[in-house]
C-alpha cells in the first residue's frame, strides 16, 4: 500500500521523486511508528495524508492500509473511529462510501467499548450518505455480519446500527433485518445494549436503563409493523408508564405526541388513553407538567368519530391539577377547534373558577395571564356574565403581583371589546373602587386610570375619570395623593387643554405645598411635565 508516498522507512526517498509528497511520507511513516503519540498524531492528521493522496489513491491504498493494520493502542484507534466519519468527502463522494465501512466494520468489533461507540456512531452518520441501493448491496450486509458475529462486541455494535437502515430499505430487506434482530444472541454481556431496544428491559432494576429503555422503545415503535409493536414494544411502554420511578414516568409523558404517531389511532383509543389519563393524575408535578404539555397534540390526533368522546370522558376529568389545566387553556385556541365552544365553556368554566381563586397566587397570575385569550374564545356575553366578577375581584388581591396583572388584564379586555364596553361595564366598577377603606385598593383605581384613560379616549377620560382622580386628591394617605399626582401627569396628555388648566392646575398647585416631600416632589413634576407653571 502507499507505493509511492510511504513505500520506504527513510521519508527521504519520496523527495527523490516528488517533493511535494515529502511530509506525507513523515505522516505515513508516523502511522507505523513504535511511539504511541506518534501514531496518534498522525492519525489526527489524517484528513491531510488524504487530500494529498487524492480520492483514488485514499480509497486504493490508504484505506485498505488502515483496515489491515487495526490492531493498536485503543487511543489511536478511537481517534481513528472519529476521522473516518467525515471522510466522505476525501474518497470522493456519497458514490464511494462504501469503501470506508471495512475499516469502520473492524473496529466496531474491538474489545474497547468507547472505540466500538465511535465506530457506531461514524457507522451511522455515514449511513445517511448511502443511497438506499447502496445501502442495501453494502451497508445491511455488513450489519448482518456484526449481528451474527462469534463475539458479543460486534453483536452489540449492530444493536445500534438497525435503525439507521431498516427505514430506508426495501419491504424484502425490511424482513431480513428484524429475522437478524431476533436472531442475535443475547448472552449477558449483551443485555445492556439489547434491552435498550427490547421488551425485558422493562425489569432492569436501574432507572437510568429503564430511561433509555423508553426512549429507544418509542424510537423501535415507528419502525416495525403493527402485530410485533403489540408484541414486542407495547407492553414495555405501558409499564414504563406506570414505572415506580418518576423519572421513567417523566420521559414516557414526555415522549407521548411521538408514541401515539408512531402506534397508530388504534392502539391510542385501547392502551394509550388510560395511560395518558394516568400522567395526567400522576402523584408527581412533573409528570403531570409534561403530560399537560402534550394534552393538545394527543387530542388533535385522535379519531375523529371518537375524539370528542374521549376528550369529555377520559381526559377533561382528569384536568384537576393546575399545571394541566393551565396548559389547556393555553392552547384554548386549539382545543375550541377540536371540541367546540359549546362543550368547552361548560367543561372549562368550573376549572377557571377554582384556578382564579386558588390558594397559590401564581396559579392565580396564571390565569390572569391567559385571561384575554379565555375572553376572545368565548365571547363578551358569556364574558360578561361568568368571567367579569373574577377580573375585579384580582384588582382586590392581597397580593400586589395579582392587582398588577389584573390590570394589565382590564387595559387587554378592552383593547378586545372596545371603549364603549369599557363605560358600561368595567369603568363604573374602576371608579367605585375610590371609595373603598382600604387604601391599597384606592390606589389600584388610579393605576386602572392610568392604563384605561388612553385606550378609552379623552371624552371617557374627561367626564368620568378625571373628577374621581381630582377628588382624591385631598385622601388622608399620602401614599394615594401622591398617586394621584402621577396620575394626573399620565392622563394629562389625554385631556383638552381647558379641563387641564381649569381643574388640573389647581389640585396640582395644592398638593405641590402638601406636607409630604413625596407628594410635593411627584406635583412639581406633573406641574413641569404638562407645563402648568
Not at 492528521?45 to 494529498?52: E, G, N, V, Y
Not at 371540541?339 to 386558588?358: C, F, K, N, T
Not at 384580582?394 to 387595559?411: K, S
Not at 371624552?459 to 378625571?466: D, S
Request: charged share 25%; proline share 4%; net charge negative.
Amino acid at each position: 500500500y502507499l507505493s509511492h508516498a510511504g513505500q520506504s522507512n527513510n521519508p527521504s526517498s519520496a523527495s527523490e521523486g516528488d517533493d511535494s509528497l515529502y511530509p506525507i511520507a513523515v505522516l505515513i511513516d508516523e502511522l507505523r511508528n513504535e511511539d504511541v503519540q506518534l501514531r496518534l498524531n498522525s492519525i489526527k492528521k489524517l484528513s491531510t495524508i488524504a487530500l494529498a493522496l487524492g480520492v483514488e489513491r485514499t480509497r486504493t491504498e490508504l484505506l485498505p492500509f488502515l483496515t489491515d493494520t487495526i490492531y493498536d493502542e485503543d487511543e489511536v484507534l478511537l481517534a481513528l473511529a472519529e476521522q473516518l466519519g467525515s471522510f466522505t468527502v476525501l474518497v470522493g463522494g456519497p458514490e464511494f462510501v462504501n469503501c470506508l465501512l471495512p475499516p469502520l466494520e473492524s473496529l466496531a468489533t474491538v474489545e474497547e467499548t468507547v472505540v466500538r461507540d465511535k465506530a457506531v456512531e461514524s457507522l451511522r452518520k455515514i449511513s445517511q450518505e448511502h443511497s438506499p441501493v447502496d445501502l442495501e448491496v453494502h451497508f445491511v450486509p455488513l450489519v448482518k455480519r456484526l449481528a451474527s458475529g462469534d463475539w458479543f462486541t460486534s453483536r452489540t455494535s449492530a444493536c445500534g446500527l438497525f435503525s439507521v437502515c431498516y427505514p430506508r430499505v426495501s419491504s424484502t430487506v425490511k424482513a431480513e433485518i428484524r429475522h437478524s434482530f431476533r436472531n442475535n444472541d443475547f448472552t449477558p454481556s449483551l443485555q445492556r445494549n439489547i434491552k435498550l431496544r427490547v421488551s425485558s428491559i422493562s425489569f432492569s432494576l436501574q432507572d437510568s436503563v429503564r430511561l433509555l429503555a423508553v426512549e429507544a422503545g418509542v424510537s423501535i415503535a415507528t419502525l416495525l409493523p403493527q402485530e410485533d409493536l403489540e408484541a414486542l414494544v407495547m407492553p414495555t411502554l405501558l409499564q414504563a408508564a406506570d414505572d415506580k420511578s418518576w423519572r421513567v414516568r417523566y420521559m414516557v409523558a414526555d415522549k407521548f405526541s411521538e408514541l401515539q404517531k408512531a402506534v397508530g389511532p388504534e392502539i391510542t383509543k385501547t392502551d394509550l388513553v388510560p395511560a395518558f389519563q394516568n400522567l395526567l393524575k400522576d402523584c408527581e408535578a412533573e409528570v403531570r407538567t409534561a403530560a399537560a404539555n402534550k394534552v393538545k397534540v394527543f387530542c388533535e390526533n385522535l379519531l375523529e368519530d371518537s375524539r370528542e368522546t374521549i376528550i369529555m370522558t377520559h381526559i377533561l376529568p382528569c384536568v384537576k391539577c393546575p399545571e394541566v389545566r393551565l396548559n389547556i387553556i393555553s392552547n384554548l385556541d386549539c382545543v375550541n377547534e377540536v371540541i367546540g365552544i359549546r362543550q368547552l365553556s361548560q367543561s372549562l368554566l368550573p376549572a377557571i373558577v377554582e384556578l382564579a381563586e386558588d390558594a397559590k397566587w401564581r396559579v392565580r397570575l396564571a390565569i390572569i395571564e391567559y385571561m384575554p385569550l379565555l375572553a376572545g374564545q368565548l365571547g363578551v356575553e358569556f364574558f360578561d356574565e361568568k368571567l367579569n366578577s373574577l377580573c375585579m375581584a384580582w384588582l382586590i388581591d392581597h397580593v400586589f403581583a395579582i392587582r398588577e396583572a389584573a390590570t394589565c388584564n382590564l387595559m387587554k379586555l378592552v383593547e378586545k371589546f372596545g371603549a364603549e364596553w369599557a363605560q358600561n361595564t368595567i369603568v363604573p366598577k374602576v371608579l367605585g373602587m375610590a371609595n373603598d377603606s382600604n387604601y391599597l385598593h384606592r390606589m389600584t383605581t388610579l393605576f386602572c386610570i392610568n392604563a384605561l384613560s388612553e385606550i378609552c379616549g379623552q371624552e371617557i377620560t374627561t367626564k368620568h375619570m378625571l373628577p374621581v382622580v381630582l377628588k382624591m386628591s385631598t385622601d388622608q394617605v399620602a401614599n394615594v395623593r401622591f398617586n394621584v399626582a402621577r396620575c394626573l401627569q399620565k392622563i394629562g396628555p389625554d385631556l383638552d387643554s381647558s379641563a387641564l388648566q381649569a381643574e388640573v392646575k389647581p389640585v396640582l398647585e395644592k398638593l405641590a405645598t402638601d406636607q409630604d416631600m413625596d407628594v410635593k416632589y411627584f406635583a412639581l413634576e406633573a406641574i413641569s411635565v404638562l407645563a402648568l407653571a
